[in-house]
């Protein structure tokens, strides 16, 4: 490989810089770690792709990539390609965040084999922005740094090295300012990729891979984004990146090109030598032409170059056409390649690799290591749980307010409620009210775990916290403000507004009683939600559950009247349990038939018992088969205490278990 190695050099070494700004170095600069080399041999990777519908499915072996090659030094690496030319599997197989099904070769760092803990101790920046909208920059790099950098290295080191990158990111006039949600303005595009990069600069990492990051920005600053990688790559770093259609000025850039179609290697080595390389195989470039274009066209058949076949003239070509056309073209440019000069130099500087090194590489491994203790990132997962939660009014402080407004609408329409008949289906409608409103109030923790979804899994694969970690610091953040204070404040409207029973312990009771439906429902909220990934689907099935729980409540059926096959059904029920405490607190103790009216209604027992209707609570809950005892009463609170571990349990396995790697 001597002439990719003299090209190289003579690459790093240019000294014009693009336009690039020369800064003076530090000790908190973004300089590589003497650089690395990452070699990739022989790589094939297949997946298990599903066809058809429903019962008539099948289970399709689909090939991503096959015996791919090649060697990254310090510099840009350009992965480029077509979309489903399989460069991001490519990126994520080196970066060892694929699932390891399916996957085959080898993946060596400096001739070593790659180390168990290589996601951690790398970078890698995703294509969707996966930073915090509602924090500003500088507290996103400060909790990267916080979680990242080892308890051995001191805050204001680690305030120093934040405010390095930031300063060599080009990012202190924007440092705190937050980085912007769809609620909130924030940063502009460019600003937001650079912040992602800088996150992962934190750990000062040899190697840097990213997924396609000039996605979704304008020409002007893909280009800047692309300039800050250049000098990145000057200091030592290994920079390496799939890119879809890159314009000339970025382009020109690229040290090292790694070129795929349909999962074969077209073309790797040095970007400058590219067009040269398809000359010699046939394919002219156009005057004034976009090399990346002109090495797309040829991929799909579409260039003048191409001596195009007798299908690509007919215009009624089918996509199933198309597609083996193309796989068949990818097959010849691929056999091209294989006889080049280019690839017995590849293959000639791999073996030498491999034959220096003893030990059998595996290409993934999934073991995530961290730089500190489980309380350390329970401190700092928590803490920015809660500015998260506090910079989302819309989330918070609405919620809040929608409780109050809601308790004053249901406590003007039950207000004043009287020890009458009418005053016995009205508190049994209140209590029915209050234990369904707790339930589906709670839908809105759903999205606790799904939006985050993209975050949680970036920064678990990186080693910045536990999933143990993350979850006890989302249930701090949703069930104690989202949960708990609009219970209380529901409580304390509703309670005094409809005049029940005026004790002490009848309103804590009550109090502590919606507190428990509240916790119980949003923890089956959050066993649904958990693992998945679109909110409509999780809501789907959240209202679906609620509703059957809501016929066993009690109220729209007598349950002493269900059949036995289906009497089960109640146990499984959260309205039934806060609605039977809530009834057995209220309603003991209370006589309904005092005034003149009800007296002569219910003088005639044989007519009490038509009518339906009951002189005491007592009597109600014994028709209703409640056990109005003390024990009745508790029993319900451990009921859903029960429940609340139960689903907790599964929300937590579901998370811990759930698919992280692509």
């Known amino acids: 490989m001597a002439e990719g190695q003299t090209h190289l050099s003579i ?17 908190l600069d973004l300089r590589g770690r003497g650089g690395s080399t990452l070699t990739f041999h022989n790589i094939c990777y297949h997946v298990k792709v599903k066809t058809g519908f429903l019962c008539c499915q099948k289970t399709v072996d689909k090939e991503v990539l096959r015996d791919v090659n090649g060697i990254m030094r310090p510099g840009l690496n350009a992965i480029l390609g077509p979309t489903g030319s399989g460069k991001s599997s490519l990126l994520d197989v080196l970066a060892a965040r694929k699932d390891p099904h399916g996957l085959s070769g080898d993946i060596l760092i400096n001739g070593a084999p790659q180390p168990a803990n290589f996601k951690c101790t790398s970078g890698y920046v995703v294509q969707d922005d996966v930073v915090m909208g509602t924090l500003t920059v500088r507290e996103n790099l400060k909790f990267s740094a916080a979680l990242r950098l080892p308890k051995s290295v001191k805050e204001q080191e680690k305030n120093e090295r934040v405010n390095q990158i930031i300063k060599e990111l080009g990012l202190s006039k924007v440092a705190d300012s937050k980085v912007g949600t769809q609620f909130i303005r ?18 000062d990492p040899a190697i840097l891979f ?3 990051p000039t996605t979704g920005l304008d020409a002007s600053t893909a280009n800047a984004v692309l300039l800050l990688l250049k000098r990145m790559s000057k200091q030592g770093k290994t920079i390496i990146f799939s890119i879809h259609q890159p314009r000339y000025s970025i382009f020109r850039l690229f040290d090292n090109l790694t070129l795929l179609a ?8 040095p970007s400058q030598h ?5 000359q010699s195989i046939g394919y002219e470039c156009e005057p004034y032409n976009n090399p990346a274009d002109f090495f797309l066209d040829i991929i799909n058949g579409d260039s003048t170059a191409v001596a195009m076949s007798k299908m690509d003239e007919t215009n009624a070509e089918s996509t199933e056409e198309r597609i083996e056309y193309e796989k068949n073209l990818a097959e010849k440019l691929a056999e091209k390649y294989s006889n080049s000069v280019y690839y017995q130099e590849t293959k000639a500087a791999l073996q030498n690799i491999s034959l220096g090194n003893k030990k059998k590489s595996k290409t993934i491994f999934r073991q995530i290591t961290y730089a500190n203790s489980f309380l350390h990132q329970l401190k700092w997962v928590s803490k920015r749980t809660f500015k998260n939660l506090l910079g989302n009014p819309q989330a918070s402080i609405a919620q809040v307010c929608v409780t109050a407004l ?10 004043g409620l009287k020890e009458d008949s009418a005053g016995l289906q009205n508190r049994v409608g209140a209590m029915f009210f209050l234990t369904t409103n707790q339930c589906f109030s709670s839908i809105s923790a759903i999205e606790l775990f799904i939006v985050e979804k993209k975050i ?15 979850f006890i610091s989302k249930l701090m953040a949703d069930l104690i403000p989202m949960r708990t204070i609009p219970s209380i404040i529901f409580t304390c409207i509703i309670y005094f507004m409809l005049g029940l029973k005026p004790t002490v312990e009848a309103f804590f009771t009550m109090m502590f009683t919606l507190m428990m439906v509240s916790y119980t429902a949003t923890s089956m909220a959050l066993a649904i939600a958990a693992g998945q990934s679109v909110v409509a689907v999780a809501n789907l099935l959240m209202t679906i559950t609620f509703v059957f729980m809501i016929i066993f409540s009690g109220l729209l059926v007598n349950l002493t009247s269900v059949m036995s096959w289906l009497s089960w059904l109640k146990y499984f029920s959260i309205p039934r349990y806060g609605m039977t405490a809530l009834e057995i607190n209220e309603l003991t103790g209370l006589n309904f038939c005092n005034s003149s009216s009800d007296t002569n209604l219910t003088s005639n027992h044989s007519y009490q018992r038509t009518s339906q209707l009951w002189c005491t609570g007592d009597e109600y809950l014994r028709n209703q088969g409640i056990d109005a005892s003390s024990w009745g009463l508790w029993q319900n609170h451990l009921a859903l205490a029960c429940m609340t571990v139960i689903f907790l349990t599964l929300a937590y396995l579901k998370l811990h278990f759930m698919k992280k790697f692509s």
């Open 11 to 27: 690459q790093m070494s240019d000294p014009n810089t693009n336009g690039i700004p020369s800064r003076k170095q530090s000790s």
């Open 186 to 203: 924030g940063v502009s595009g460019g600003e937001r990729k650079r912040t992602n990069i800088g996150m992962e600069l934190i750990t």
């Open 210 to 212: 990213l997924d396609e």
């Open 262 to 269: 349909a999962g074969r290697v077209l073309y790797h080595g």
């Open 274 to 278: 590219a067009i040269q390389y398809f």
């Open 406 to 415: 809601l308790g004053l609408v249901v406590g003007a329409i039950f207000f």
């Open 456 to 470: 949680f899994t970036h920064e678990y694969i990186s080693g910045y916290y536990r999933t143990s970690a993350y």
